[in-house]
């Protein structure tokens, strides 16, 4: 038997111990350490959880810029409503750091130079081997690496789709805006219309007779169609990028009177705005 | 690996498996579980089928892992590991504020502690009959 390449049998090990020297003594130590710490972090998660979301949202990921990620977005609506912004601590930066070095850079790394070590020295099974403390930090190695390179493709894919979702939704949003915008430089147009005489071409006083001016009529965002009465517009707009969504506005004499859209908009104003589809 | 070895290691319990059985399960499935996932209640699981799950899939093969390292046939041992495992578990970890009332009542135990049992039992007894085919045919080095 050469000692460098071959291990022992099973018949040889026999009854013996299988366990390397201090080997059950030290996991028994490892696993009360690993159950007290965990146990006693899950009981004082409401503190901990606070503490940490005050610096970056959690205490530690294994994924740091899923968390970073959302830390972006809470800044930008923070932003957005004139709040100071959240930055990380340093702690929690450094946590993230830790994180990433070790699921992606220590654990790998291990795992293959090991990997590499017995490929090398021929160890088909390890079922002959004894356990031993350096196994045992090599196989939670493995199990991380392991974990990060099964959990990594649903991760990259959620974070695809929630990334096409946003973008979707972004699109869809802007459509409206630019449609309302649309919409509100036609009734501008109708209501110049309705204020002029006759005899400069408006309706003096009545809708009747107006006509969408063909650069009213389509844009870039959708088409629009228009039916009047003497006080009375309904003004209909569909979406070219989302043809089953449409925005239809109905205004009345004191809505024909109103010069801002925005004003108009206002829950139970004079201007009725309606949404279908994707504007909804 | 005959019939009487396996018999004889349902009736006789090794403690150091045992205890390596326990161990695995804490240091190769709760430890990695807690660090990879988020330390959020029960591990970030908001529903009971994605406890189930976590908790079926490791103790079945840390039970294999088990069984497969062990020279003699290990089958009761992650068992009953399992079983405790799974009983400390429920006991300390803080239950998702989403867990239906049956969860925190206490004829509800044994269906966890039994499933623990049943799959690393299950799970075990796969592992020592592989290896004892591969004895059989020749493939073990």
Not at chain 1, 7 to 23: E, L, T, Y
Request: proline share 5%.
């Amino acid at each position: 038997m050469n000692p460098k390449t071959e291990v022992d049998s099973p018949a040889r090990i026999g009854n013996s111990n299988q366990f390397g020297r201090g080997f059950l003594s030290t996991m028994s130590l490892l696993t009360f350490v690993v159950l007290v710490a965990i146990v006693s972090v899950e009981h004082s998660r409401q503190s901990l959880a606070t503490a940490f979301d005050e610096g970056y949202g959690r205490a530690w990921t294994i994924f740091p810029w899923i968390v970073a990620g959302g830390r972006t977005i809470a800044n930008g609506l923070r932003a957005f409503s004139g709040e100071p912004l959240n930055i990380p601590s340093n702690t929690a930066q450094l946590t993230a750091l830790a994180s990433l070095l070790l699921g992606f850079v220590i654990c790998p790394t291990v795992y293959l130079f090991r990997w590499r070590d017995r490929h090398l020295r021929n160890v088909a099974t390890s079922t002959h081997e004894h356990l031993t403390l350096p196994g045992l930090f090599f196989n939670y190695f493995t199990i991380v690496t392991l974990f990060l390179c099964i959990a990594i493709v649903p991760v990259a894919t959620f974070g695809e789709f929630v990334r096409s979702s946003i973008r979707s939704a972004q699109a869809v949003q802007t459509n409206k805006d630019n449609m309302i915008n649309d919409l509100d430089a036609i009734v501008v147009d109708l209501q110049q219309y309705r204020i002029l005489p006759k005899s400069l071409g408006g309706g003096d006083g009545s809708c009747i007779g107006y006509n969408l001016a063909p650069g009213f009529a389509q844009t870039r965002n959708g088409v629009y169609s228009i039916t009047v009465e003497k006080e009375k517009a309904v003004i209909v707009g569909r979406s070219l990028l989302f043809p089953s969504s449409s925005i239809k506005v109905e205004l009345d004499a004191k809505g024909l009177e109103l010069r801002q859209a925005k004003a108009g908009m206002v829950h139970g104003g004079p201007w009725h705005w309606m949404y279908e589809g994707k504007f909804l | 690996m005959n019939g009487g070895n396996m018999y004889g290691s349902l009736v006789s319990i090794r403690w150091q498996w045992l205890l390596v059985s326990f161990c695995s399960l804490v240091l190769y499935h709760l430890l990695p579980s807690y660090i990879l996932l988020s330390p959020q209640p029960f591990l970030g699981f908001r529903r009971m089928w994605t406890i189930a799950a976590w908790l079926v899939v490791g103790i079945a093969a840390v039970s294999y892992y088990v069984s497969q390292r062990s020279s003699k046939p290990t089958i009761v041992e992650p068992a009953i590991a399992s079983t405790l495992y799974s009983l400390l578990m429920i006991v300390y970890l803080p239950a998702p504020e989403s867990a239906p009332v049956y969860y925190r009542h206490l004829s509800f135990l044994p269906v966890p502690l039994i499933l623990s049992f049943v799959t690393a039992f299950t799970s075990a007894g796969i592992g020592v009959w592989l290896k004892a085919r591969k004895t059989t045919l020749g493939l073990d080095t």
